[in-house]
Every structure is written in C-alpha cells, then in structure tokens.
C-alpha cells in the first residue's frame, strides 16, 4: 500500500509510544501525513526500525525528556499501562501535546470494578454482576446463579483475567486461580458476572471529552485456534466491518452506551479524551458492553488503519481542543482482513528468534510487525504475536483471499495462525 510521505517541514514532530502491530499500524497511517514533519517511535519494532528510539513505554521521565529535548508536537500512547501510570498527566505538567486518557480516566479499563460502577452511573445496558472481595461470598453467590458464568480478575491481567465458565466446577476452580495469587493484586477483589451471548464488535471512539466519533467497527478473533476453540489470546486476527453492522445500530450504542459514559466521566470530573474501546456484545436485547479499554486495540488497529481515508493528525488534535464536533471521518470501500502469525507455543510458552523473511506486497496488502527485530542483519521473531497480515479488498471473500495469499508467501517456520478469521463475517 502506499506509503509517500511529503514530510512537510512546517509539519509536527510525532512520537508514538509501545511497540506491537497496534503502533507498526498508527505509524504506517502516520507517515503517509503531510502534516507529519519527523516521526518517533518508542521503542517500537522491526517494522518500525526507520523511526525508532530505544525508550521503553513504561520509562515515562525518559519519554518526556525526549519530548522535551525533540520538540515533539505531538505523542500519541498506544498500551494501556503507560495510561494506567499517568503518562498524560506528566505529559501534560510539563505542557506537552498528548492524546490519551488522564490516569484518573484510564482507570475504565484499569479497574473492572470501577468500569461497572460507571456503567450503573450511567445506566449503560451491560451483563448483571456482583462484586466481592471475600472469596467465600463470591462462592457462595456463584452456587446461587449457577453455571454459565463469568468471573473476571479485578485489575490488569494481560488479557487472562476474564474465565467464561461453562460449568460450576470450572466457575470455582476459576475463583480460586483468581483469588488463589495467580494475577497477583490484580485478582484480590472478583467481579462475577451474567454470561450473555451473541456476537462480539469492537467499537473504538475518538473522544474530545464530550462527544464520541466511532470507527469502523471490527471483529476480533480471541481464541487460539479455529472455531473459536483454544485458549484466550491478546487477539488472532480482526476484520471490518461486519455485515450485521447497521448506521442504527452504531447511534444506539453510542446513545445508549458511549454518550451516557463520557457525560458521567465529565461530571466527576475526570472527562475522557482519547480512544474509547467499547468491548461489545451484540444480543437478542440489544447491544450491551462487556468491557472498556482505553486505547486503541491490537489487531483492531490494523484493519481500522487500512481502511481510514482521512488523516489522523486533524483528528487527534480536535480530540486534545475538544472540537471534535468539526470533524467528520471517511472510510475507504470494502473490507480488511488481518491475520496474525504467531510464534509456535503461543499464547503459552513460545520460541524467539525465529528467522523471517517477508515477500514484496502488493498495494491491497500490508505487513504490519509486531514481536519482531532485526538481529545481525536478519529479521527475527522477538514475541508471540509476531506479524499482522493485513488486506483490502471489495468483500470479505476477497480480503481474506489477499490476506492469506500472503500468509502463504512469508517464510516463518512452524508460524502459528488462524485459517478462519473473517469466516464469522460470511456465516452472519
Ligand atoms: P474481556 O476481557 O472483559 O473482554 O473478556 C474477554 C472475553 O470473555 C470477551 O471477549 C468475551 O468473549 C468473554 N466475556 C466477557 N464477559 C462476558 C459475559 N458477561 N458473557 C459472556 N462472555 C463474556
Ligand atoms: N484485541 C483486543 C484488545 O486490544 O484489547
């Protein structure tokens, strides 16, 4: 896909923080802007390699020296844990152009307690649910609802606090991971919840602190292996949009849902700016959330990045001026496709330094790395998710055709992926 850059030297200097296939994606988009002069990453990956700086996400005193030092114009935070460190706050004492969450607001996704407790503020349409810290009344509260169930661990825990227990026994054995020391702090208190069912959607905001815009919204594929069967992962592939996905669809969750949560958070005045990630189920009562984030999501961001038409950096900065009214976003045509190749054993236990080599693409495909690095002259696998191999086409047949057209072509031995991402899409 094209990847011109004029660089304008009147434009911004950009620094983006993290360093998976969500940042290789924000800084491909970037880079195509006219309005971007230099652009950073920090520290990035293998796909990322021109624009690198070995500062790591978490180190924010270092980021903000360079900030300072680089006059960055503008830094924008892909993770969830510099936010949750308060990024945005250091950034923005020493007036430094920022686009995220404050720590006060990245506690949405943070806390599941305190996600719930702005939902019920809110009256969001969202599963029944319960609270505890006690483990012996979050047992006995789980004997009473009965299997199924979901227990999820309170605080961050990498995408691996969420059990959807089928029966009671798994529930039980479930709580006692939880509680049990297995997440750490992060499974001291439980929220133990209603199961619900139908369709998941990723529904990402741009937010000015009064007012949502969405994205396109997009399937994620959480399961390791096909069918939805395996383990829960970081997430195995996406497309966008789905079929099923309606414009009246879109203004009742953001009437019933995206809205309500931004004018709660103003009025406790912690107002939200930033991406909000509703984590959506679509069932046969409505569409109801299952959990904020508050960042943008990985893969979301890759198949969300291949199809925007319009340039990021105007956006961004109407979200920080909270003049997000203006601004009005256009989509390309069709839909995209992106497949995760990951390292064998992932999301367990998984080799590093797997030799890769990556074939030419065509303009209808990209690349984006994740857990790679370039060592000694070659590029190698250097986490789980390693690439994400992303396609447009006219249709979800024909993204699918070019995204695994490529998967084939790319030289990484024993690479585990999914065959069926976007399948979902044509069964709907
Ligand atoms: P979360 O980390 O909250 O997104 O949860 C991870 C996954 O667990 C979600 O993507 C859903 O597939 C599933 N899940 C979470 N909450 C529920 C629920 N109340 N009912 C059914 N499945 C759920
Ligand atoms: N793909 C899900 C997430 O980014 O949380």
């Known amino acids: 896909m094209t990847n011109v850059n004029t660089h304008d030297t009147n434009g911004k200097n950009i620094l983006i923080v993290g360093s998976g296939g969500r ?3 924000l800084a491909w988009k970037i880079n195509q802007s006219s309005l971007c002069r230099k652009l ?10 021109e624009w690198n700086i ?3 996400a978490n180190d924010i005193q270092s980021l903000v020296h360079f900030a300072k030092t680089e006059r960055i114009d503008l830094t924008i935070v892909g993770p969830e844990e510099p936010l949750s460190l308060g990024i945005v706050n250091a950034f923005q004492a020493e007036g430094l152009r920022i686009f995220g969450p404050s720590q006060a607001a990245a506690f949405l996704e943070s806390s599941k307690a305190f996600a719930k407790e702005i939902m019920d503020a809110a009256k969001v349409p969202t599963a029944a649910y319960q609270t505890f810290v006690d483990k012996k009344m979050a047992e006995q509260y789980i004997r009473d609802i009965g299997a199924p169930i979901v227990i999820k661990a309170d605080g961050l825990a990498a995408g691996k606090g969420v059990i959807v227990a089928a029966t009671l026994d798994e529930a039980l054995d479930g709580l ?3 509680m049990g020391g297995a997440f750490g702090s992060a499974g001291e208190k439980v929220v133990v919840e209603e199961f619900l069912e139908g369709p998941e959607v990723s529904l990402l905001c741009f937010c000015d602190g009064d007012r949502a815009l969405p994205m396109t919204p997009v399937q994620d594929h959480k399961r390791a292996l096909d069918g939805d069967q395996g383990l829960n992962t970081g997430g195995m592939g996406t497309y966008s949009p789905p079929p099923f996905w309606t414009k009246d ?9 995206a809205q309500p949560t931004l004018d709660v ?14 984590g959506l189920m679509i069932t046969v009562k409505g569409p109801k959330l299952l959990e904020y984030n508050v960042r943008f999501g990985d893969p979301e961001t890759q198949v969300v990045m291949t199809l925007l038409k319009s340039d990021l950096i105007p956006i961004f900065e109407a979200c920080i001026d909270g003049r997000l009214e203006n601004i009005g976003i256009e989509w390309l045509d069709g839909t995209a496709v992106c497949v995760v190749m990951a390292a064998p054993g992932y999301p367990g236990e998984y080799t590093k330094g797997i030799v890769i080599k990556l074939p030419e693409t065509k303009d209808s495909q990209v690349i984006f790395h994740a857990g790679t690095k370039m060592d000694q002259g070659e590029l190698v696998s250097s986490g789980g998710r390693v690439l994400g191999v992303t396609a447009r086409g006219e249709s979800i047949v024909a993204a699918r055709k070019e995204a695994y057209a490529l998967v084939e072509k790319i030289v990484f031995p024993n690479a585990h992926y999914r065959t069926d991402i976007g399948i979902k899409g044509l069964a709907e």
């Open 40 to 49: 950073y990453v920090a520290p990035g990956n293998a796909g990322t390699g």
């Open 23 to 25: 940042e290789h994606a």
């Open 249 to 257: 669809l879109e203004a009742e969750v953001i009437r019933t849902i």
């Open 54 to 56: 070995p500062i790591k």
């Open 265 to 278: 958070m103003r009025e406790r005045g912690t107002p939200f700016t930033g991406i909000l990630f509703l």
């Open 176 to 178: 006692d991971t939880i």
